[in-house]
T-cell receptor
Framework: SAVISQKPSRDICQRGTSLTIQCQVDSQVTMMFWYRQQPGQSLTLIATANQGSEATYESGFVIDKFPISRPNLTFSTLTVSNMSPEDSSIYLC??????????????FGPGTRLTVL | GIQVEQSPPDLILQEGANSTLRCNFSDSVNNLQWFHQNPWGQLINLFYIPSGTKQNGRLSATTVATERYSLLYISSSQTTDSGVYFCAVGYSSASKIIFGSGTRLSIRP
């Protein structure tokens, strides 16, 4: 597996502001994803973070609200823009390791717990 | 799209009991993973098991791909087994996975 870190681990923000979450992996990975977990719910995929190109968003998620960057094979950011209390969730990044490992097993970072007031 | 259903939604057991959690999925899959989300929110990989049977200590899992279900067995439960257990399946070459709604397990001392 890989060591995946996220910053910040938690934050409390005011409505209307934006927060950028970082995901760092200790080795190069083929794929990175961002998920949202609303309180008491399961995980929902927001987007696939593509290295060097625009992210691929799932239905119901748009780039203006959740801009994503992935400048290299070990790092990605997710921004939650113009936040409202409904954005209060845990945000998690996940990775699929490069060749030599089980092809598409996903490993998750520790998550960022966001509260919007 | 593919549907993933987990049962039971909630399970309360005494320490030392055994349990079976089920995951049903509606289409062929190329990935099936079981996760444990501990009370601090961390997702822990338990099994990568698109087919067959695997065991790891007190935990084991079986996936019958032709019948579209997977089972997670926990034996001799401990309080540290408490948390939410998620099944997630993948069905495309894009490596994306879809999560079930989870089973919340509470082990009482």
């Amino acid at each position: 597996s890989a060591v995946i870190s996220q910053k910040p681990s938690r934050d409390i923000c005011q409505r209307g502001t934006s927060l950028t979450i970082q995901c760092q992996v200790d080795s190069q990975v083929t794929m990175m994803f961002w998920y949202r977990q609303q309180p008491g719910q399961s995980l929902t995929l927001i987007a696939t973070a593509n290295q060097g190109s625009e992210a691929t968003y799932e239905s119901g998620f748009v780039i203006d609200k959740f801009p994503i960057s992935r400048p290299n094979l070990t790092f990605s950011t997710l921004t939650v823009s113009n936040m409202s209390p409904e954005d209060s969730s845990i945000y998690l990044c996940s990775v699929v390791l490069s060749s030599g490992r089980i092809y598409n097993e996903q490993f998750f970072g520790p998550g960022t717990r966001l509260t919007v007031l | 799209g593919i549907q993933v259903e987990q049962s039971p939604p909630d399970l309360i057991l005494q320490e030392g009991a055994n349990s079976t959690l089920r995951c049903n999925f509606s289409d062929s899959v190329n990935n099936l993973q079981w996760f444990h989300q501990n009370p601090w929110g961390q997702l822990i990989n338990l099994f990568y098991i698109p087919s067959g049977t695997k065991q790891n200590g007190r935990l084991s899992a079986t996936t019958v791909a032709t019948e579209r279900y997977s089972l997670l067995y926990i034996s001799s439960s401990q309080t540290t087994d408490s948390g939410v257990y998620f099944c997630a399946v993948g069905y495309s070459s894009a490596s994306k996975i879809i999560f079930g709604s989870g089973t919340r397990l509470s082990i009482r001392p």
